[in-house]
């Protein structure tokens, strides 16, 4: 490679003086590594390479792993006995340290969160350990963990037993407005149901993990959205009482069957009015049991490339989180113009709320909702 000098780079702006910094910071995307890795050329965005060497990264706290071929990266650039070269080099786009800060060292536990400066600043005295928030703790504090990218755990022992708190006042809180809410709009029912098992809500959600959980966004509380919770039983009123078409088995024809009934109409709603009954969201009683599972993929080539399933092929186990030994909630309302309507819906027949809870009880206990029900999460027992 040509030796360059200084006026090399006159035109690619502002220059620090003689092994100082000064002026504006260039831009470029890291090209690679070269021969034992110590060091590699960044592309300056003006088409001029500039050398870089690992020990710019540990001045600067980065992680040499972190810095790959097409890294967008910021730096001053300085004159050395081997020709100009990037110092106090920073991400583009991402976490910026200051060069001034120590560095990280290897067994920091902070180096393995993305957060901006001054909200790490604030956990280094916190410690995550203390945040009270379930969602942020999980969803805006992941732990990462570098190639592997994020992981529900920073050890193994949480594998077993996942340490979180809820605050149960947090909670009573929660079911007394939605009480007050409901009684401000009509007449309503409440049902408590256990879960069987373990409970599964919002595994495919959107998350930077490979798997996710349904938690409020405030509270940071697993719960069943009103939504979820309507949608069970719609589908499961379908299929047991409209299932049927002349004694044959027809569920293809079924929704539209239902949809000719009032008494459906009243409960769930159509395309053209709502229906009376509301759902509200559904939260634990008491402090939910947040409890790590897995999930075994055998053949991770086959369903993440082109690869035919085979036995030589290495399961990848995949955790998810759920909730076990917890009790729920469940509100339903009618506003109060309707409340003493009545209808007949498969065999069940009386005032809008009762024949609603009671399908929504079957659909809890025999249907099920959320994710893999069909090997047994999601199912529930009626409390006592």
């Not at 090209?31 to 890795?37: A, E, R, S």
């Not at 001053?76 to 990037?86: R, Y």
């Not at 001054?118 to 280094?124: F, G, I, M, Q, S």
Request: glycine share 10%; charged share 25%.
């Amino acid at each position: 490679m040509t030796k360059r000098t200084m006026n090399d780079f006159s035109d690619l702006g502002s220059l620090p003086g003689k092994g100082g910094m000064g002026g504006t910071k260039m831009t470029g995307i890291f090209k690679g590594w070269v021969k034992n890795g110590a060091y590699g050329f960044i592309r300056h965005e003006k088409g001029k390479d500039v050398f870089l060497h690992e020990s710019a990264l540990h001045a600067a706290g980065i992680p040499k792993k972190e810095v790959v071929e097409g890294a967008g990266l910021r730096f001053d650039i300085e004159l050395t006995p081997k020709g100009p070269q990037a110092k106090n080099v920073e991400f583009v786009g991402k976490e910026i340290r200051d060069p001034q800060e120590k560095p990280r060292q290897k067994d920091d536990p902070h180096v393995f969160y993305r957060l901006p400066r001054d909200t790490r600043k604030k956990l280094e005295t916190l410690g995550r350990d203390n945040i009270d928030n379930f969602y942020l703790k999980l969803h805006k504090i992941p732990h990462y963990t570098g190639k592997d990218g994020f992981s529900y755990f920073q050890n193994d022992d949480e594998k077993k037993e996942y340490g979180v708190r809820f605050e149960k006042g947090i909670l009573d809180g929660i079911h007394k407005k939605q009480h007050e809410i409901a009684k401000t709009m009509g007449s309503y029912k409440t049902v408590e149901l256990s879960v069987d098992w373990r409970l599964i809500v919002g595994l495919g959600s959107e998350s930077v993990y490979e798997t996710s959980m349904t938690l409020h966004h405030i509270y940071g509380i697993p719960y069943i959205p009103g939504q979820a919770v309507k949608g069970v039983v719609r589908n499961y009123v379908i299929n047991e009482a409209f299932g049927e078409n002349n004694s044959q088995l027809d569920l293809k024809g079924a929704e539209a069957r239902a949809l000719e009934k009032d008494a459906f109409k009243k409960i769930f709603g159509s395309q053209k009015n709502a229906g009376h009954v509301i759902f509200f969201d559904a939260f634990p009683v008491s402090p939910p049991n947040i409890r790590p599972d897995v999930m075994t993929v055998h053949y991770p080539d086959y369903y993440g490339g082109p690869k035919p399933p085979a036995d030589y092929q290495n399961p990848k186990p995949i955790p998810f989180l759920t909730v076990e030994n917890t009790s729920f909630e469940f509100i339903l309302c009618v506003k109060r113009k309707h409340q003493n309507e009545t209808v007949q819906l498969g065999d069940n027949k009386g005032n809008l709320l009762d024949v609603t809870a009671d399908w929504m009880k079957n659909a809890m206990t025999r249907h099920g909702v959320g994710a893999k029900t069909a090997v047994g999460y999601g199912y529930f027992n009626q409390t006592v």
